[in-house]
């Protein structure tokens, strides 16, 4: 699955999620997290890159990113897929599925 940015063309600029514009991304797993005792469907996604700049509620240095929370990041991942520096980052379903950060979603 992938996720796609509007912008103008140029995928330097960033829109109001921290998401690189006009620029594809990968989403690798869907799963759900602890949001201060509610449960939260989010999306594990990864700029190509190798970094994110994502600013929304699972962002890499959120607090919400407990021990048992980067536990239940699939595929065996690390806690440390959360590092701004790997380009894999969480997104919150409301925000990939509602062109709040992105403007398309295509599945191969």
């Not at 990968?26 to 602890?34: N, P, Q």
Request: with cysteine.
């Amino acid at each position: 699955m992938t996720a796609g940015s509007a912008g103008g063309g140029n995928d330097q600029e960033k829109n109001n999620c921290g998401i690189a514009k006009s620029h594809a991304y990968s989403i690798f797993a869907a799963f759900e997290l602890d949001n201060s005792g509610s449960t939260e469907k989010v999306y594990l996604a990864r700029n190509p890159w190798g970094v994110t700049t994502y600013t929304g509620t699972w962002k890499w240095d959120s607090s919400l990113w407990t021990n048992s929370n980067k536990n239940l990041i699939p595929f065996g991942l690390s806690g440390d897929v959360t590092a701004k520096t790997n380009g894999y980052f969480v997104i919150e379903a409301t925000k990939l599925m509602n062109e709040e950060c992105f403007d398309g979603i295509d599945i191969a």
